[in-house]
């Protein structure tokens, strides 16, 4: 039976990457051109065949990810009815037109796989098959939740229709009470989280070409930035302002930022009115503009440029 690809993205706080970024953490652009969600979605539908439909589920008040323009027509997206509804009940509504035998694929949004996921889904379907199970849950090697979790329709459809319903703490226990929970661990680590800017810098990393990334994240995939490391990657949004001279290492400048002459800026992320001052230094720094940050102009298909690790030029 063809998966149905639960993807959740609501959140009841916006964290300060999307607060001072003034951007939706879909609409941040990683080191190989894509967005969080183009990626995201590319991972899945290259390696995981079984998957028919997508439903992404926005939080209450969200606005609409930019980068959702052009999508394919299998990918529908969808806002909670209610402020507080919580992973169960987001899953219960987005699962309320799906066959009760039907099997749901529930992907955690704000991550970068670091492989294809398919190898991890295929196993959860075995598991599944085997163990009569509802619900398999897939984790790390260190038994950690992974993003990925595979849920039957029909245990949704018992879950309350309206309210905050959480469904880790409320559902999953009474269901593991019952023996349909199974779990599949993951030998290596299956994605990064982009939860913070040291997050979401670490995936810029991993995604950019030519930063070693791949053999660093062989020992430790979740391993951030380190300040005793030389800068390998610095990535400049079209639309941001670097002048001459500037050093950037290891950092993200957005569209609408500003980079001054001999300004340097290290394992940072500039956001849309961010100024970094000539002659200044910026280590570890979110940063964005005091006024209102204005709406994102239509984003074309060349968005990035790359430069070097060391700054404009250099």
Do not use: W
């Not at 969600?37 to 209450?60: A, F, N």
């Not at 680590?189 to 670490?202: A, D, F, G, I, Q």
């Not at 001279?245 to 340097?264: F, H, N, P």
């Not at 001052?277 to 979110?286: D, T």
């Amino acid at each position: 039976m063809p998966l149905v690809a639960i993807v959740l993205a609501g959140v009841s706080r916006r964290p300060d990457l999307e607060v001072q970024t003034g951007r939706h953490r879909f609409d941040l652009p990683l080191g190989d051109g894509k967005f969080i969600l183009t990626r995201l979605l590319g991972s899945l539908k290259d390696s995981c065949s079984q998957i028919s439909q997508y439903k992404i589920i926005l939080g209450h008040d969200t606005e609409m990810p930019r980068c959702a323009v052009g999508v394919s027509d299998n990918v529908r997206f969808k806002r909670d009815p209610l402020e507080f509804r919580g992973t169960g009940g987001s899953m219960a509504d987005a699962s309320a037109d799906i066959d009760p035998d039907g099997m749901l694929l529930v992907v955690q949004a704000f991550q970068v796989f670091l492989s294809p996921p398919g190898d991890v889904v295929r196993e959860m379907l075995e598991a599944s098959e085997r163990e009569h199970a509802d619900v398999v849950i897939s984790t790390e090697p260190d038994q950690s939740p992974t993003g990925l979790m595979l849920v039957r329709a029909k245990v949704l459809k018992g879950l309350p229709t309206v309210g905050y319903v959480d469904f880790k703490e409320q559902a999953l226990p009474a269901l593991a009470k019952q023996g349909r929970v199974a779990a599949v661990r993951s030998s290596t680590t299956t994605s990064l989280p982009v939860r913070t800017y040291r997050n979401y810098l670490t995936a810029v990393r991993f995604t950019t070409p030519g930063s070693a990334a791949e053999s660093e994240t062989a020992t430790d995939p979740l391993l951030e930035l380190d300040p005793g490391r030389p800068g390998t990657f610095c990535l400049i949004e079209e639309g941001a302002t670097v002048a001459e001279g500037a050093k950037i290492m290891d950092s993200v400048i957005l569209r609408g930022a500003v980079v001054e002459a001999q300004a340097t800026v290290v394992r940072s992320v500039l956001g849309q009115g961010a100024v970094a001052r000539s002659g200044a230094g910026y280590v570890e720094r979110l940063m964005s503009g005091e006024a209102r940050v204005r709406p994102i102009a239509r984003v074309g298909k060349d968005i990035i440029r790359r430069k070097s690790a060391t700054g404009r030029g250099a």
